[in-house]
């Protein structure tokens, strides 16, 4: 590693900021490149949602040391914040801090990482060139190097389109004026755009049970407001989740709420609705799925919470191991895919399993999970703890990955296709509901993603960590 040259930071989410403050406890200098104007862009843009997860899971530790060095006053470990409020009380104050300000450079959008002389394909000397960030700022395009780089992008600036093959629906382009991605403030600053008016959400994951829910409770406010709702699959039962035993209380309720919403007949929901395209009819909008389903018509507002992708282009002049369909960190896959898993808990994972052939590269944070949904951000401040103590050469450090994360509730790895909550053990085996459906996370020797899955691939009776669809 050259020593002169600083680390570069990509993104200044909670993630980024935090692999910031390990680099400054370890006399390690951070550079952080920031797209946004100010810190916590990603989350800024839903800053009216209350987090699932209390502060307790919400602070870096680094971050926190370096906080309370100058007289922080920490939120109460059991509060909810909303994301505004994670900005506010936590990410703007760490930015500001002495040491990490003249660090950070906002309105840096990165376009794109290489190595300094040297492209995708040599290999004589690469790691020894320092690698080149290249950024788009107010100044126009400048570039800066650096000895390594922790790109903490996330993914969440690029939404998923609506179309259910992953492609944006026929028409999506020409519709965008009444479709909006993510979590609008429903009930704040775009409460006129969706009061009264025929709505449809598209998605099944966390955001769509959020808009869903505030959907309807602005339909008790306003008069007119009917919410129609459109998901791919056969059954609601993770989005309704594990209720009382997620042990993020808050994310329990969240589907709990949506459920008891489904019930009381006020959403209108269209299930293996598969979106092929949307054309406007009339100032309306008419969603089609495939020949033989009836579309859904009349709509005014499109809210599309479909989940998020990874940027990849601003990494593909350096050597990447992805995995082919999460796109996530590849030895991370076979531990987060949804096709798989539900539990919400990975096992510790720290540098080894973030590197990849690109020596000094680590994606980490949300970016590092790709398209898989359940990253919770004390997964990518323990990631970041590892990554930066490899970094300064503490293998002994980058190595104790310790990771215990509180589960859905729902341990269930098989297609499902009823609404009921899942209570089935790993691999959709029944078991009582005890306190941690899943039992935890893996031991860090297993390529398991929770104690049932290690146990099972242990006991030689098939894994549920096996990506080939076969479950003992
Ligand atoms: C609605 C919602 C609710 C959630 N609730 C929780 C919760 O309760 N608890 C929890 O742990 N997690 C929650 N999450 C997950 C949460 O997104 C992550 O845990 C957290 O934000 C991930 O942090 P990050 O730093 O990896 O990425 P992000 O927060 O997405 O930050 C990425 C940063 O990189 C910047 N960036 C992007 N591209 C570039 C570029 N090219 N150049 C420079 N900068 C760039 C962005 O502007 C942003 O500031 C929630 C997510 C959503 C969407």
Known sequence: MQAQLPIAVLGAGPVGLAAAAHLLQRGLTPLVFEAGASVGANLASYRQVRLFSPWQ?????????LLDAHGWEAPAEDLLPTAGDLIDDYLAPLAALPALAPQLRLRHRVLAIARAGIDKVKTSGR????????TDTPEGVREFQAAAVIDATGTWSQPNPMGANGLPALGEDDCQAQITYGMPDIQGTARARYAGKRVLVVGAGHSAAGNLIALATLADEAPGTSIVWAVRGASLARTFGGGEADQLPARGLL???????QASGKLEVHRNFRIQAVRPLAGKLQVQAEAGVDPITEIDEIVVATGAR???IMAQELRLRLDPWLESTDALAPLIDPNLHSCGSVRPHGHRELA????????VGAKSYGRAPNFLMATGYEQVRSVVAALAG????ADDVQLELPETGVCVTRPLTEDAP????CCGSPSPAPASCCGGPAPEPASACCVKDADLQAAGKGTCGSRTGTCA
């Open 310 to 312: 990874p940027d990849l």
């Open 422 to 425: 899942a209570a089935g053990g």
């Open 255 to 261: 589907g709990t709420r949506l459920q008891a919403l």
């Open 394 to 397: 503490d293998m002994a450090a």
């Open 356 to 363: 990849h052939p690109e020596p000094g590269y680590y994606a």
């Open 127 to 134: 790691e020894l060139a320092p690698f080149v960030i290249r």
């Open 57 to 65: 899971y919400n602070i870096d530790r680094a971050a926190r040391a």
